[in-house]
């Protein structure tokens, strides 16, 4: 296995990263793999191919043309929804088998994470931003020694002590240093959940790590990530951030236990800017949001609110993919990385007054899209200059 495709968000998310994965798997349908390296179930990864519109979150967003799906052991993995859309996408491909396989070590979210998630979010006058589907929680459970993990699907008796333990001890707790006063009427039953998570294992191909040395040397590998730069962790403005490394930190880990040496990393950006929750956006504009709308998958909603717009400045795009490349660089690898541009939404560039300049002496612009379907996407084979 000598190389493998990277597909990144360059900003707060929404940029077309579905699209554009979509779009990688679609050129070698029977053998392709898509890598879900971050992130979880709050991913809405919009897809509209074969006269379907599916909005992944779990599956990896090449599923419709075909690709079969790996969560990495940076996943975190929510069996409700899990199960509701692995059903929902069978009847949207009634003839043909879709393949999750998932590492034992993904974070496994639990309903007394998602309460805890939008109890605090509720209660707060500054909202951090949040899709509620405690994704925050989980991982702050996970590092305070409460852990829950694919794993643990295998044995339903440790689950459910596991889950009771979580219940008895870790909520109450966490509930005090949130300041929230508990509801339990709001609890799911253990139960409940418990034949969730039956399900969900009998709906995974398979719970283990993929050998390297097993996979063909011929796969095509798609690393599909999940938000954006500009809510990485580390690198966002805390508090409104994700609890997730949006960049190349996570693949450079798994390509260097695959034996990848070279990837393709393609960033997404629209030709604007935009962000779809609480936290700062420079030059947010009701003059562009009137000029773009909103769009089917970015509807209000009660943890988001309303899709917000801004211009884009090119020359922080540019920034923040070089820091990124760099902190990849600083993991003592050898892998040679490949950086491109990917522009989607360009049929609204002609519109945006001034429109953004993009020039390929610093990073190229590889391939844009006038619209929603891979059909629609146009690589290029020489440099572009926008202006």
């Not at 001890?169 to 409940?192: H, K, M």
């Not at 956006?281 to 003059?287: F, P, Q, T």
């Not at 390929?360 to 572009?384: A, Q, W």
Request: proline share 4%; hydrophobic share 35%.
């Amino acid at each position: 296995m000598k190389n493998a495709r990277v597909v990144i968000g360059a900003n707060f998310g929404d940029e077309g990263k579905g699209l554009m994965t979509d779009y990688f798997a679609s050129l070698n349908p029977s053998n392709s793999l898509v890598v879900r390296f971050n992130g979880g179930a709050q991913a809405g990864h919009t897809v509209i191919a074969n006269g379907e519109r599916h909005v992944f979150s779990h599956l990896g967003s090449g599923t419709l043309a075909g690709a079969h799906t790996y969560l990495s052991k940076h996943f975190i993995f929510n069996p409700l929804i899990f199960r509701r859309e692995l059903e929902e996408i069978s009847s949207k491909l009634p003839n043909r088998s879709v393949l999750v396989s998932a590492n034992p070590d993904a974070l496994l979210s639990t309903p007394y994470d998602v309460y805890l998630n939008r109890a605090a979010e509720e209660q707060r006058q500054n909202r951090h931003g949040s899709c509620g589907i405690g994704i925050n929680e989980t991982v702050t459970r996970c590092l305070a020694g409460f852990k829950t993990t694919l794993v643990d699907l295998l044995n339903t008796d440790a689950l459910i002590g596991k889950l009771e333990f979580i219940r008895d001890i870790w909520v109450p707790d966490r509930a005090r240093a949130l300041g929230i006063t508990l509801d339990t009427s709001r609890f799911t039953t253990i139960y409940e959940y418990v034949e969730d998570c039956k399900i969900a294992k009998e709906l995974l191909y398979s719970i283990s790590v993929i050998p390297h040395s097993l996979m063909p040397s011929d796969v095509n590998i798609i690393f599909e990530g999940a938000q954006g730069l500009l809510l990485d962790e580390f690198n966002g403005v805390y508090p409104h951030v994700t609890r997730s490394r949006t960049g190349l930190t996570n693949v450079i880990q798994i390509a260097d236990q695959w034996g990848i040496k070279e990837l393709d990393v393609t960033y997404v950006t629209r030709t604007y800017l935009t962000r779809h929750g609480a936290g700062p956006l420079n030059g947010e504009s009701e003059e562009l949001k009137q000029l773009i709308g909103e769009c089917e998958t970015n509807k209000p909603n009660e943890w988001q609110g309303s899709i917000r717009y801004a211009p884009l400045n090119v020359q922080n795009l540019y920034r923040r993919i070089r820091e990124d490349s760099y902190e990849a660089w600083l993991k003592d690898t050898d892998i040679k990385i490949n950086k491109s541009i990917a522009l989607t939404w360009m049929d609204k560039w002609y519109a945006l007054k001034p429109a953004p300049i993009f020039n390929d002496k610093f990073i190229p612009v590889k391939c844009f899209s006038f619209g929603p379907n891979r059909k629609d996407i146009e690589v290029l084979k020489n440099k572009v200059h926008f202006a």
